[in-house]
């Protein structure tokens, strides 16, 4: 349903707001009041129920919202999943992802609309946003942590030099011709953009803070392992988007051998956290081939020399990094 002062003269500009939900009633509320909040007025919101265990509590929050958004439900897919059936269901020629934890500041719609209305060539757009949530001192700022130089292509997403924020806004048909890959749990937004760009539409972005990004521990992004194991699944899967002998390609290869270095530091930290010597040794030395980095070579040595007290080292590091982020949760 659109907003009740939508005007009705526009239609090339009306913006289907897709939210999915899961064990998100504690936020859902705070996300949908930035968006009703927005100036720009010609929109529908479109909450997905992804099967979430906290339905019950769910509804209650979404019941003064009921007749004015459209709200489906459906058995757990993810996060591709619920995206996918508001795809489905959108009315709008504009589509905006919203997570049912983050905020829109009030002129996101209206900023996000003027740049697709004033970039033609450009099929998508995202924007600035500064963290918050647990651990997250204000001022911090997604494009310092996640830097977009250039043109957002396929190539500067894989290597990192333009990260697409997943609050985007794009042309419906060109989302809903690539859509998401329901068989990803993580990382399916970079299989998204990489076939979106491979696919030959084009990515915009825009310095502007537009949104809030909430960090906490429940998010998805939390789990290093997790992301790391499904971007090694999206990029080894990319490497079918592009010819062989392609910059792409070669760009593929490399991310994937820095991702396969970067969890096996995570398994090695998890290793040594179970005191499990051996295993914290053999990941560490594979992630060395990839770093030749003089701190894991040392760690290397003092793990042969004297394991323990480098095990104990570590566990109290931890403790003194938990402290500090519930300290400044």
């Known amino acids: 349903m659109a907003s009740d002062t939508a005007p009705i003269n526009n239609s090339a500009d009306f913006v289907s707001v897709i939210i999915p939900a899961y064990n998100a009633a504690s936020y859902i509320k705070e996300t949908i009041e930035s968006v009703f909040s927005q100036t720009y007025r010609h929109f529908e919101v479109i909450v997905v129920n992804d099967g979430s265990p906290d339905t019950i509590i769910l509804e209650k929050v979404l019941q003064p919202y009921l007749e004015s958004i459209v709200y489906l439900t459906q058995e757990n897919r993810g996060l591709s999943g619920a995206r996918n059936t508001g795809l489905r269901a959108a009315k709008g020629n504009l589509i905006s992802l919203l997570d049912a934890d983050d905020i829109w500041l009030p002129d996101y719609l209206g900023q996000q609309v003027a740049f697709l209305r004033d970039n033609p060539e450009r099929d998508l757009v995202y924007c600035n946003a500064e963290f918050f949530g647990e651990g997250i001192t204000p001022g911090q700022f997604y494009m310092n942590a996640c830097p977009s130089e250039g043109e957002a292509d396929a190539a500067a997403i894989i290597s990192k030099r333009c990260t697409v924020f997943v609050s985007v806004t794009a042309r419906k048909e060109a989302l809903q011709s690539i859509g998401f890959d329901e068989s990803l749990r993580s990382c399916e937004d970079l299989d998204c953009w990489l076939r979106f760009a491979a696919a030959g539409y084009r990515i915009g972005y825009q310095r502007k803070v537009l949104a809030r990004y909430r960090r906490h521990a429940a998010s998805l ?3 290093a392992e997790r992301m790391l194991g499904f971007n ?13 002998q392609s910059n792409e390609a070669d760009l593929i290869h490399e991310a994937i051998e820095k991702r396969k270095a970067e969890l096996d530091i995570v398994k090695g930290k998890k290793a040594l956290k179970s005191r499990e010597i051996e295993a914290a040794k053999a990941h560490f030395q594979n992630a ?28 109290m590091r931890s403790m003194v990094s938990i402290k500090h982020r519930q300290n400044n949760g």
């Open 288 to 315: 060395n081939l990839h770093y030749h980095s003089a701190k894991n070579w040392w760690l290397l040595q003092a793990l042969n020399v004297a394991p323990v007290l480098v095990v104990w080292l570590f566990r």
């Open 221 to 223: 992004s939390a789990n």
């Open 232 to 244: 090694i699944q999206v990029m080894t899967n990319a490497l079918s988007l592009f010819p062989a």
